[in-house]
């Protein structure tokens, strides 16, 4: 924006076709951006006097970092070796994709605010002076003072739980013993309980934890519910959702095969990821025990139960292949994401 003012004249954002950040997570998957030449054009605009024809590109830098952030064993590795995010210090994506909800969260989201926690510690001689303050005042460490963990009003957070920053945490939050918090965001009125382990991840108002679930680079949308040993691995939760006990979101592939997710046009496509969860979305019920492979897609109000027939889903699963289909009962799960596919479904 301040580049746009000092230009007093239309512009489009536009973003360089070599820029790591944007070719390595922003462009797989998309279909919003507009080639031209060497760039890439979004769907972004400013107009000092009112629309007109003929803006002129303005390019983005987003100050890309390179970060690695998972080590891959010699028996599980491939030709990427140690897997890398391009992490831009500005952010700005364009969601086409649930893939690209995992990259603005994660990798522009948490990873990009370490990022500019960590540049400002180094550059800032009075921030870093000030967080060293806090933390020798308050007996802890760095990442764990006050500084760097941002905590709201009205939250129970019991002493043995550990929570390290750049965090922040909501109003009327409970995280209760053994919790370990490394890295998050926390909305509102969200109940974490007993040593449940969370990293890199962004919990949405409402949310319940029961104990024992893992997160790991994961977005779980407002009021949804992941039950006790529940592992999510670089996976998105759509809201109002029930992941059932014991079950696990699988991110790598057993052999080197590349993975695909759905892109804006709702095919498969390349994800430019070797590691990837999965993605469940609004008002789905996920039965206990289940296995999702990596980048499987659940559809908004589906329904998965465990059985004999159906355990592992290893293929993407659609609203008309929703398990409450078959039951007697099933005018009683709510479906507002497909009112008008449900009376289809129930003429069959």
């Known amino acids: 924006m301040e580049e746009a003012l000092r230009r007093k004249r239309p512009v489009r954002a536009a973003f360089r076709a070599d820029d790591p950040a944007f070719r390595e997570h922003a462009l797989p998957l998309s279909t919003s951006y507009t080639p031209a030449g060497s760039l890439y054009l979004a769907d972004l605009w400013y107009y000092p006097n009112g629309p007109v024809a003929g803006a002129e590109p303005l390019v983005l830098d987003l100050q890309a970092r390179e970060i690695g952030y998972y080590h891959v064993p010699t028996y599980m590795a491939d030709q990427s070796g140690d897997l890398v995010f391009q992490v831009p210090l500005r952010a700005l994506i364009a969601i086409d994709s649930w893939v690209h909800v995992f990259i603005a969260d994660m990798v522009f989201g948490q990873f990009a605010r370490g990022a500019r926690f960590e540049k400002r510690a180094n550059d800032e001689l009075r921030f870093k002076l000030k967080i060293l303050g806090k933390a020798i005042y308050e007996g802890r460490q760095v990442l764990e003072c006050s500084e760097a963990v941002i905590v709201g009003k009205n939250c129970i957070i019991?002493?043995?739980?550990?929570?390290?920053?750049?965090?922040?945490i909501g109003d009327n939050v409970t995280i209760n013993a053994g919790a370990v918090i490394d890295n998050c965001l926390i909305g509102n009125n969200v109940n974490i309980s007993q040593d449940v382990q969370l990293m890199?991840?962004?919990?949405?108002?409402?949310?319940?934890?029961?104990?024992?679930?893992?997160?790991?680079?994961?977005?779980?949308?407002?009021?949804?519910?992941?039950?006790?040993?529940?592992?999510?691995?670089m996976c998105v939760i759509g809201r109002n959702t029930f992941i059932g006990a014991g079950s696990t979101f699988t991110d790598y592939n057993l052999?080197?095969?590349p993975l695909r997710a759905r892109d804006g046009n709702g095919d498969l496509s390349l994800s430019n990821r070797p590691v990837l969860g999965g993605c469940v979305g609004h008002n789905c019920r996920i039965g206990s025990g289940m296995i999702i492979y990596p980048a499987r897609t659940i559809e908004s109000d589906v329904v998965l139960a465990a059985s004999g027939e159906r355990r592992v889903i290893d293929r993407d699963v659609t609203f008309a292949q929703s398990d409450h289909h078959k039951w007697k009962l099933a005018h009683l799960h709510q479906t507002p994401y497909h009112r008008n596919l449900k009376a289809e479904v129930e003429s069959w």
């Open 255 to 257: 052999i080197p095969i």
């Open 200 to 233: 890199l991840s962004v919990i949405g108002d409402g949310a319940f934890l029961p104990f024992r679930s893992a997160m790991f680079m994961t977005t779980v949308m407002e009021n949804s519910m992941v039950a006790q040993n529940t592992c999510l691995q």
């Open 158 to 168: 019991d002493p043995s739980a550990i929570i390290k920053g750049p965090t922040i």
